[in-house]
C-alpha cells in the first residue's frame, strides 16, 4: 500500500465533497448542513481554526475527514469518507488517529463525534480509538445520527502524540532522548562525529518529531537532508518505558509524512542488524536494505531506502 496522510490540499477540495456524499447517500440523507460545510471546507472548517486531512493511495485521494473547531478547544471529527475500493486497509483509522494528534497539538479540550449504531464497522473503530458514548451538550446536529461520542483517550496508544519539536523545551527533550540513544547504542559513535553533532545541535537536522505519551517526552526522531531529492532519517528512539507504546512507529510514519511534504524523493537509514526490532519496524514500512552509502567500522550496519 502506498499510502500517507496529508493536510488540507485544494486541488483535493472535490474529492472531500464526492467522498462524503457518496456516504451520505448510501448510509444517510444528504442535509443542507452537510452540503455547506463539503461545498466550502476554506469557510466553513479551515477559517476558524480546524482542519481537513486526505489519505493519497498512488496519488489519488481515497479518503478524508475534517476536525471542525468550535472555539474554546472543542473539535468534532466529522466528515469522514472513504472510496469503497480503499476500504478494508486502514484508511479510516489512519485520518482518525490524525485528527487526534492534530487535537492533542492544539491543546483541545474536547473532541466529539456523531454517528449512527448502525454503522457497526466505524461504531467499533471508534471505539477502539477511545471514543465513548455520551451525551451532547451542544444538542443533537445532524438529523440523520443517532449517538454522539466523545475522545477520552484512555488507552496508551491513543494518549500518544507525535509533533514538530520546536520551542526550547521540546528541543530540550528531544536532545536528552538523542543522548539516551547514544548511550543506549553498543557502539563508539565517535567516527560518526558525534560530539559535535551534539554540541550544535539541532542544527545538523532538518526536521525533528518529539513523542510524547500522557504528556511526557518518551521518543524521538530526526531529518537530515542530504540534496533536494534525498533525506536520511536519524537517531530514532524511545525510551524504555515507552517501548512497546507504537511510539517509534508512529514517529517513522509521521517522519515520512513531513519528508515527502518537503519535496524529498527517497529516504534512507541506517541501523544495526542486531538491533532486530528496529530492522523488522523499517522493513514493515517499506525500506529495502542497499549498498552502503556512509562510513561504518562495525561489521553489522544495515543500510536502508524507500521512496518517499
Known amino acids: 500500500m502506498n499510502s500517507h496522510i496529508i ?8 474529492a472531500f465533497y464526492d467522498l462524503n456524499i457518496a456516504w451520505l447517500e448510501k448510509y444517510f440523507s444528504v442535509e443542507a448542513a452537510h452540503i455547506a460545510l463539503l461545498a466550502d471546507p476554506e469557510g466553513a472548517i479551515l477559517k476558524d481554526g480546524g482542519e481537513v486531512f486526505f489519505a493519497l493511495e498512488k496519488g489519488r485521494a481515497v479518503g478524508a475527514v475534517a476536525m471542525k473547531s468550535y472555539g474554546g478547544g472543542v473539535y468534532e471529527l466529522t466528515k ?3 472510496d469503497p475500493t480503499a476500504q478494508g486497509g486502514g484508511y479510516g483509522r489512519q485520518l482518525c488517529e490524525r485528527v487526534i494528534e492534530s487535537f492533542l497539538e492544539k491543546g483541545g ?6 454517528t449512527h449504531t448502525k454503522l457497526r464497522a466505524a461504531m467499533a473503530l471508534y471505539e477502539k480509538l477511545d471514543f ?14 443517532d449517538c454522539y461520542m466523545e475522545w477520552r ?7 500518544l502524540n507525535i ?8 528541543l530540550a527533550s528531544v536532545k536528552a532522548i538523542f543522548t539516551a540513544f547514544i ?3 553498543p557502539i563508539d559513535m565517535g567516527f560518526q562525529g558525534i560530539d559535535a553533532e551534539m554540541a550544535s545541535f539541532p542544527k545538523t537536522y ?4 518529539l513523542a510524547k505519551l500522557k504528556g511526557k517526552p518518551v521518543g524521538a526522531v530526526a531529518l537530515k537532508r542530504h540534496d533536494a531529492q534525498v533525506c536520511e532519517m536519524k537517531r530514532l528512539y524511545v525510551l524504555p518505558e515507552a517501548q512497546g507504546s507504537g511510539a517509534g512507529r508512529k514517529l517513522c510514519e509521521r517522519l515520512i509524512e513531513e519528508a515527502r511534504l518537503l519535496g524529498y524523493k527517497t529516504m534512507l537509514l541506517d541501523s544495526l542488524k542486531r538491533l532486530e526490532a528496529a530492522v523488522a519496524l523499517y522493513q514493515k514500512l517499506g525500506f529495502e536494505e542497499i549498498a552502503p552509502y556512509n562510513f561504518n567500522p562495525e561489521d553489522d550496519v544495515i543500510y536502508m531506502k524507500r521512496s518517499l
Open 109 to 114: 479540550t474536547r473532541l466529539f463525534l456523531e
Open 80 to 82: 469522514l469518507g472513504v
Open 153 to 159: 483517550g484512555d488507552s496508551t496508544e491513543c494518549a
Open 163 to 170: 509533533a514538530p519539536a520546536v520551542s526550547d523545551t521540546d
Open 206 to 209: 532538518e526536521f525533528l518529531l
Open 7 to 14: 493536510s488540507y490540499d485544494a486541488k483535493y477540495k472535490q
Open 132 to 145: 465513548k458514548l455520551a451525551t451532547n451538550p451542544l444538542g443533537d446536529v445532524y438529523a440523520g445520527t
Open 183 to 185: 548511550d543506549f547504542l
